[in-house]
């Protein structure tokens, strides 16, 4: 009788640690529904991926996402066995269904692999030239006008892991420089795509990566990750030199890519915290955006200059209790651009997170090369206090400070180009769909102004444009939503605007996506030109060429389907958006897959291609 006693005791907790290794169903859709869906299923022009595109990634995609990536933090909030459930079930698939793949010795260049050397011609950095114009001039781009429809693709490469593939891709001395939002870095062989190194860093990598020589000693490869770190690794080898937090905030991050000039790297940091603050319990906000310079020898600070002066202070409580800080934001989203003549750096600004605004966001910023002294800026849009809780539709507002604040970030950089009459210009597209030309040695005072887009939370204008010094070419993004879903009719297209003088020269609307599903106009990855050719691509996955004279399309590809690569990962491709296409030596290298910011196919593949 005791010993059943006993035993009636000891069955249910027995029960419960067996089920301790599973969740229901049920218990999982309520988590998502507790700590995911503000985020996720709020109707508003939210940040983060609608259902939809989560369920296109494989679970393990989404394990990664909450156990490495961009969700680590809300992840770490889970248990092991929850984040597990969590990704099985917004992939509607169990995890193993599509393992990882790991990469085979194969797919490595081997011992037959050539010594670096760095002659040749290159792609080195986010904008090819230090004023961001992404402009390959012919002879390092080897591919001509004519020569474009002829592109053919070579090779493809998977991103293991990965759900996003976007970083500016960069190419020196035959090798592609790659990175991805896992955390990966690459250095390919250009011809073959074979691994010379792959290193595994802390987070995330979103920016491009900068080549140069060390002193008086081999190529470095410099660049920065979602952490906020910055790297300097032997371009030859991918051995670590040294790595240097840039901010100490936790929700910091780099996005932009950093720039290198005279012995000094200069690095603009940025925040998760506009989104986070869409969670109603988070106390918003105290970031503040900045430019970091580092001794490239050795990763040390030289400087650090702040867009907002001064730390935040305690502000209101918001309606749900909680106290609110400000100012904050700001955030330094895009790469710098070097002016060795007027001894500038020039950044472009996103706007306040909370109240009050700060008076240098949605702002064109100088600062002097050396000391990093403020020199000038420019505000152009005022009282853009913005954040994640703000959109119309989100459930809850109360971190917004001001409902009706426009979210006109500056998301590209400033590019400095001299006009065919000798005229200095900072040329810059905004949110606002607004293209702007500015003079740098007037305080950024307007030489010419014009509306290209309707802006708009998702832009507007996004990521980069290109200027061949006659021409400049800007990408549309303009997204619209239809509660989550991007309206697929809305925003894209591609428009040139004369450097001179800002007018229209022509504007070629997206051709539209047939019966594709799903599709989306949205052209918000950076443009890159080469002489008589521009290349733009989309959330559809096509990338396309436009001819620069008359904005003709004379090149297409879709890239929204799987590729067999070179290093065995099973890869597909999907939305291009972020980084532009790199055009190297008679070869075009591009991106695919997008989850991220009005992202819709998610993908992980890098493609090469080739005239035939
Ligand atoms: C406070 C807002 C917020 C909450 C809460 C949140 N997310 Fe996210 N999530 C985002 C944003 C914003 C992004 C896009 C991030 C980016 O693009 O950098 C994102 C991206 C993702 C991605 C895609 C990552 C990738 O690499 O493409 C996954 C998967 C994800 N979230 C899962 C979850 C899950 C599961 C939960 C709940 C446990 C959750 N998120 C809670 C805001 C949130």
């Not at 702040?306 to 909680?322: L, M, N």
């Not at 009282?383 to 971190?399: M, V």
Request: one cysteine or more; hydrophobic letters at 40%; proline letters at 5%.
């Amino acid at each position: 009788m005791r010993t059943s006693m006993n035993w009636l005791a000891v069955l249910p907790a027995f029960a419960s640690l067996v089920l301790a290794g599973s969740v229901s169903a049920q218990d999982t859709a309520a988590q998502f529904q507790t700590f995911c869906a503000t985020c996720h299923e709020s109707d508003g022009e939210s940040r983060a991926p609608g259902r939809d595109v989560l369920r296109q990634m494989s679970p393990e995609q989404i394990l990664s996402a909450l156990e490495k990536g961009t969700m680590s933090k809300v992840g770490a909030e889970r248990s092991r066995v929850e984040r597990r459930a969590l990704a099985e079930y917004l992939a509607g698939k169990k995890l193993g269904s599509s393992p990882l793949a790991a990469i085979p010795q194969s797919a490595y260049c081997g011992a037959a692999a050539k010594a670096f050397d760095a002659s040749g011609p290159n792609w080195n950095g986010w904008g090819v030239t230090q004023a961001n114009t992404r402009f390959q001039p012919a002879n390092d781009a080897g591919i001509s006008e004519s020569e474009v429809p002829r592109l053919k693709l070579k090779w493809a490469f998977g991103f293991p892991g990965a759900s996003s593939a976007s970083a500016q891709p960069v190419v020196l001395g035959g090798r592609v420089y790659i990175s991805s939002w896992e955390g990966d870095v690459f250095s390919l062989d250009a011809r073959t795509g074979c691994i010379h190194w792959r290193l595994e860093t802390e987070a995330g990598i979103r920016s491009a990566i900068t080549l140069a020589p060390g002193a008086g000693k081999p190529w470095v490869a410099y660049f920065s990750d979602l952490a906020a770190n910055a790297y300097a690794v032997d371009a030859a080898s991918g051995k670590i030199l040294w790595k240097s937090k840039l901010d100490s905030y936790p929700l910091a991050r780099v996005s932009g890519s950093l720039k290198l000039h005279d012995g000094l790297l200069y690095i603009p940091v940025s925040s998760r915290e506009e989104s986070m603050a869409a969670d109603p319990k988070y106390p918003c906000c105290r970031f503040r955006g900045s430019v970091v310079a580092l001794d490239a020898a050795s990763g040390k600070q030289v400087w650090k200059t702040y867009t907002i002066a001064d730390q935040a202070q305690r502000t209101q409580v918001s309606r749900a209790g909680v106290q609110s800080w400000g100012p904050s934001g700001a955030a330094v989203w895009s790469s710098p651009t070097i002016d060795a003549l007027r001894n500038s750096l020039y950044v472009a600004t996103g706007n306040s997170y909370s109240a009050p605004v700060a008076p240098m966001s949605d702002a064109i910023v100088a600062l002097d090369l050396k000391s990093g002294r403020i020199l000038w800026s420019r505000q152009i849009t005022p009282n853009d206090t913005w954040n994640g809780s703000c959109p119309e539709t989100a459930r809850d507002h109360a971190n917004c400070a001001d409902r009706a604040a426009p979210d006109y970030d500056f998301a590209s950089p400033p590019i400095l180009v001299e006009d065919r009459g000798g005229r200095a210009k900072l040329v810059i597209g905004q949110k606002s769909g607004v293209l702007f030309a500015l003079d740098p040695d007037r305080k950024g005072a307007t030489v010419w102004e014009r509306r290209v887009g309707e802006g708009g939370t998702s832009g507007g204008i996004m990521w980069g444009s290109a200027t061949d010094g006659e021409r400049v070419y800007a990408a549309l993004s303009d997204a619209k939503r239809v509660g989550r879903e991007i309206d697929p009719e809305s925003g894209g297209g591609l428009v040139a605007l004369e450097l001179k003088t800002g007018k229209l020269l022509w504007n070629t609307p997206h051709p539209d996506c047939g019966s594709r599903k799903p599709c989306g106009k949205v052209q918000a990855a950076a443009v890159s030109a080469i002489p008589g050719a521009v290349f733009s691509g989309s959330v559809d996955g096509h990338l396309r060429a436009y001819s620069a004279s008359d904005g003709r399309i004379i090149w297409q590809f879709d890239s929204a389907r799987e590729f067999a690569t070179v290093n065995g990962v099973p890869a597909r491709g999907g939305s291009i958006s972020d980084g532009g296409v790199a055009v190297v030596d008679g070869m075009l290298f591009a991106n695919s897959g997008y989850s991220h910011h009005s992202g819709i196919i998610p993908g992980n593949v890098f493609l090469a291609f080739g005239v035939e």
